[in-house]
């Protein structure tokens, strides 16, 4: 196995991990291989806003597409009745 040195760990840092491998139980060597495993993980990757919508509305229904609106005028909305 690997060994991994880190130096320069501010107290407060080193403090709250004493504090986290108490409350797991587990020894603060324990608690960093633990954090660095879950950091390390393959996760799903972070999709954007815009593919998270999309996804939303992939079986709408939609038949045609939407055109762009580039070189539109943008006019706000009334709310006169």
Do not use: Y
Request: glycine content about 8%.
């Amino acid at each position: 196995m690997a060994q991994l040195v880190v130096r320069n760990i501010e107290e407060r840092v080193k403090t709250g991990l004493q504090r986290l491998a108490r409350r797991h139980g587990r020894s603060m060597e324990q608690e960093v291989r633990e954090i660095l495993r879950n950091a390390a993980r393959d996760e799903e990757p972070v999709r954007g806003l815009g593919t998270a919508i999309s996804s939303l509305f992939a079986q709408g229904g939609l038949t045609a597409d939407i055109p762009e609106l580039r070189g539109q005028r943008i006019q706000s909305a009334s709310f006169d009745e």
